[in-house]
Nanobody, 118 residues
Framework: QVQLVESGGGLVQAGGSLRVSCEASGRTSSSYGMAWYRQAPGKERELVAA???????YYADSLKGRCTISRDNAKNTVYLQMNSLNPEDTAVYYC????????????WGQGTQVTVSS
């Protein structure tokens, strides 16, 4: 079992930057694939970026070119650095984890709100 706690959300002006963090606890999280999803009001949850246990990275089109996902296994923490934010990036950002060798994200954090003002 893995527990995920996001932090770092908040209010930022358009064009600004924000870094959200996800701290994992429980079973050895370094062997888990991690991802960031987001869900805007009235929209479905969508993948933003993912990083495997081996460090392979995937960026979805939603924030591609404007975000960087990284992980610090010593701190059991995954980060999402977001730049050049615009109001359409306003959403609840969720951290997710999947066991190595699986494709489904079984563990989810409670989410952190990111609001971008115009």
């Amino acid at each position: 079992q893995v527990q995920l706690v996001e932090s770092g959300g908040g209010l930022v002006q358009a064009g600004g930057s924000l870094r959200v963090s996800c701290e994992a606890s429980g079973r050895t999280s370094s062997s888990y694939g991690m991802a960031w999803y987001r869900q805007a009001p009235g929209k479905e949850r969508e993948l933003v970026a993912a990083i495997s246990s081996g460090g392979s990275i995937y960026y979805a089109d939603s924030l591609k070119g404007r975000c960087t996902i990284s992980r610090d296994n010593a701190k059991n923490t995954v980060y999402l650095q977001m730049n050049s934010l615009n109001p359409e990036d306003t959403a609840v950002y969720y951290c997710a984890a999947r066991r190595a060798g699986t494709i489904k994200y079984d563990y989810w954090g409670q989410g952190t709100q990111v609001t971008v003002s115009s």
